[in-house]
């Protein structure tokens, strides 16, 4: 079987700001419409999809992310015993209530905090970052430095940025440079 490796990243730290790996992460594709696969995703998961655009909801273990009305990524630190992937398989794939996708192996999690986080952003992004720091949970496509990220606020200065893995040393690079200029 293929061993897939993260990419060897340094964590970096600049004046007002830390750039991070946050890996291993679990991270499951979600789609779906019906009443039926509303009901089973939060029972196993015990938390309620967003439903509002560009939104997240987190408890103590689950983070999701609304990508579009029928889509969402739900990522997490798994425990060897937990098989949360099997069981959202199990009783949602396997039922036709909608696609459960393992997308661990596709996305890197870089962790961003700090107060010159959202300077730094706009420096490679055509997004508007005015709205998005003040709303704590808010979710974003957009890009970065000509690639495809989802932003994920955490908290107050503090973002997960998820980025493909094909474009995660790049982007990586990018922000460790452009830093040094913030």
Same mark, same amino acid.
């Given at each position: 079987?293929?061993?897939?490796?993260? @990419?060897?990243? =340094? $964590?970096?730290?600049? #004046?007002?700001?830390?750039? =991070?790996?946050?890996? @291993? +992460?679990?991270? *499951? !594709?979600?789609?779906?419409? $019906?009443?039926?696969?509303?009901?089973?995703?939060?029972?196993?998961?015990?938390?309620?999809? @967003?439903?509002?655009? !560009?939104?997240? $909801?987190?408890?103590?273990?689950?983070?999701?992310?609304?990508?579009?009305?029928?889509?969402?990524?739900?990522?997490?630190?798994?425990?060897?015993?937990?098989?949360?992937?099997?069981?959202?398989?199990?009783?949602?794939?396997?039922?036709?209530?909608?696609?459960?996708?393992?997308?661990?192996?596709?996305? *890197?999690?870089?962790?961003?905090?700090?107060?010159?986080?959202?300077?730094?952003?706009?420096?490679?992004? @055509?997004?508007?970052?005015?709205?998005?720091?003040?709303?704590?949970?808010?979710?974003?496509?957009?890009?970065?430095? &000509?690639?495809?990220? *989802?932003? &994920? &606020? +955490?908290?107050?200065?503090?973002? !997960?940025?998820?980025?493909?893995?094909?474009?995660?040393? &790049?982007?990586?690079?990018?922000?460790?440079?452009?830093? #040094?200029?913030?």
């Amino acid at each position: 079987m293929l061993k897939a490796e993260y @990419p060897e990243i =340094k $964590s970096n730290s600049f #004046k007002n700001l830390e750039i =991070k790996t946050s890996e @291993p +992460k679990t991270k *499951i !594709n979600v789609r779906g419409k $019906s009443k039926d696969f509303f009901t089973k995703v939060e029972k196993i998961l015990s938390i309620i999809l @967003p439903t509002e655009a !560009n939104t997240s $909801s987190s408890n103590e273990k689950f983070n999701v992310l609304w990508l579009s009305p029928d889509e969402w990524m739900i990522y997490f630190v798994e425990n060897n015993n937990e098989n949360i992937f099997e069981n959202l398989f199990e009783e949602i794939s396997k039922l036709n209530l909608g696609a459960i996708i393992d997308v661990s192996n596709q996305w *890197i999690c870089i962790n961003l905090k700090g107060k010159k986080l959202f300077d730094l952003l706009s420096a490679g992004s @055509p997004f508007n970052f005015n709205d998005f720091k003040n709303d704590k949970n808010a979710v974003t496509q957009t890009l970065l430095n &000509h690639i495809d990220v *989802i932003l &994920h &606020h +955490k908290d107050v200065n503090e973002i !997960n940025l998820f980025v493909r893995r094909s474009f995660s040393e &790049h982007l990586i690079s990018w922000l460790n440079d452009s830093a #040094k200029f913030i």
